[in-house]
């Protein structure tokens, strides 16, 4: 006899209050403050409960347009109660940016935190669908707003426990497009509980870790690295509004962090900081990258620290977590994010699809059950990118004979100069050893002999001068002839798209012409 199969979605924090009520599991980087499983799940309660009165609905969105705070992790897992969706909106995007987005998912609330309250103001005339505006702060909402303060009136305890499935959606996070409108990936329950089951048993984490999140909350980086991991396994997350270098240091300092993850970026704004020399990582558990490529020299200089830095990789389509480096492998294996986590099944494909061989460049390809569905709204970019089971990263990865994986880099930032391809990672790594370097990315442009070549735009460090002539002459040591960029651009900083990678689609439009004398606007 054929029986039906029941399926379950946990209420995370209830169940973690259950478990652990009185673990710490937040605390306020500014204000010190700290709250316990038990007390975030009644306030959790209270903020879904209060979405209800609005009418939130199982499938309605709620959009919140904040920089990272207790009041917003609330309301994601207020969501997750009651099977609304979160729209985590990109505050770094202009207002018509935010507005695409918004009448994109239509959702029926908006909230938002002070910063944005005149943001909010311009976007109001063409969202038809929100029908409710709600500041999250004290005393920043415009009239006739509501104020999410207005939960405390309401049960602490859930008053209706829907009956969701697995394949429910729970987050809409948008890409970090650069051409036209960001996709929206949706993330179901499914979705994140095995990125969360993945990441705790591949990565070793206890409910003792302690990581810092100041990755911002619209990036499935802030969401999924640590933060929902930490609560499957009853750790804390120390709650920053953004990124900021002195901060990250004192919570090292005298925090108890043992896990950090961050984008190259902001390891490179750390590793220039006065107090680096003296920063005691000692008990420091896991410090890892993500987002984008990271430069070799950022690893030698934790690795002088005794800290197996290591970079991981992920996309907002999968996960983020999808490879593990074993800490022996740290320093043998430099650059390389090591293997698959335990429910993730990988390949690298040529452009025919046949699997390529050890050491052979390729796209990656991904499949698993933290892998997305597909896009909101967007059928066609779902079948594009979803062939078969198997998700197209458009990352480019190699794998060499002992099952090791490195990401290259974009399939589309590859660079065919005379019919040899070029991989701006490796190039970057390189000029980042510079001593003059501080940021440095890897375009293509027009060439009339060999059809494209490579231009590098150059960051230096204060108070630090080269040119390009010497920048070659460092490269030749390191790189074959034809790798080497046949025109540099100095600058005084590079643009970033919202989760903090290099814009490279930003850099193509200024700087992307056929190639110019040496230019300098850094100076």
């Not at 004192?250 to 896990?259: M, S």
């Not at 429910?343 to 460049?361: F, Q, T, Y």
């Not at 390729?362 to 698993?368: H, K, S």
């Not at 990672?425 to 501080?438: R, T």
Request: charged share 20%; with cysteine; net charge negative.
């Amino acid at each position: 006899m054929e029986t039906q199969k029941s399926f379950f979605v946990p209420d995370w924090l209830e169940k973690r209050a259950q478990l652990s009520p009185e673990r710490i599991a937040l605390q306020d980087a500014a204000t010190g403050q700290e709250l316990t499983y038990a007390a975030w799940n009644i306030n959790a309660n209270r903020t879904a409960n209060y979405l209800r009165s609005l009418g939130v609905q199982r499938g309605d969105r709620v959009a919140v347009y904040a920089t990272n705070s207790f009041a917003y992790l609330d309301i994601w897992h207020a969501c997750g109660k009651i099977g609304a969706i979160l729209q985590n909106l990109n505050w770094r995007l202009t207002i018509p940016e935010i507005a695409q987005l918004l009448q994109d998912a239509a959702p029926v609330v908006l909230a938002y935190s002070a910063e944005y309250v005149e943001a909010v103001a311009q976007l109001r005339q063409d969202l038809p669908s929100v029908r409710h505006y709600i500041a999250v702060d004290e005393a920043t909402a415009a009239p006739n707003d509501q104020y999410l303060a207005e939960r405390a009136t309401y049960p602490a305890i859930l008053t209706e426990h829907p009956n969701l499935h697995p394949d429910d959606p729970w987050v809409i996070c948008y890409t970090g497009g650069t051409t036209g409108l960001p996709k929206g990936a949706i993330l179901t329950h499914s979705n994140m509980a095995w990125n969360s089951v993945n990441t705790v048993m591949s990565w070793g984490l206890t409910p003792d870790d302690v990581a810092i999140l100041n990755a911002p909350l619209f990036h499935t980086g802030g969401l999924n690295v640590f933060t929902l991991p930490l609560i499957h396994i009853g750790g804390k997350s120390i709650v920053c509004k953004s990124f900021d270098a002195d901060q990250v240091f004192d919570l090292i300092e005298r925090a108890g962090v043992t896990l950090y993850f961050g984008v190259p970026t902001m390891f490179v704004v750390m590793q220039g900081h006065p107090r680096w020399q003296t920063a005691d990582f000692s008990r420091m558990k896991l410090v890892i990258s993500g987002g984008a490529p990271c430069p070799l020299p950022i690893f030698e200089r934790f690795w002088v620290k005794s800290v197996d830095f290591k970079t991981g990789y992920g996309l907002t389509e999968a996960g983020p977590n999808t490879f593990w480096l074993p800490a022996a492998d740290v320093r043998r294996k430099p650059g390389a994010v090591g293997f698959p986590l335990f429910h993730i099944d990988v390949k690298i494909v040529h452009r025919d699809g046949s699997l390529c061989g050890a050491n052979e460049p390729g796209e990656l390809l991904i499949r698993g059950p933290h892998v997305t569905p597909g896009y909101w709204n967007r059928p066609d970019a779902t079948t594009e990118a979803i062939r078969d089971g198997w998700l197209h990263t458009g990352d480019l990865a190699t794998c060499d004979d002992e099952g090791y994986y490195t990401i290259v880099g974009r399939l589309k930032d590859m660079i065919i100069s005379g019919g040899e391809n070029i991989y701006p990672a490796e190039i970057e790594s390189a000029l980042h050893a510079h001593p003059a370097v501080e940021e440095a990315a890897l375009i293509g442009v027009p060439d009339e002999k060999w059809g494209e070549v490579g231009r590098a735009v150059v960051v230096l460090r204060p108070d630090q001068r080269t040119d390009e002539d010497t920048l070659k002459s460092f490269l030749e040591t390191r790189l074959a002839k034809y790798k080497i960029p046949k025109s540099f651009v100095f600058v005084a900083e590079l643009p970033k798209t919202g989760p903090g990678k290099i814009d490279k689609q930003a850099l193509l439009a200024h700087y992307g012409a056929s190639v110019p004398q040496q230019t300098n606007e850094s100076t």
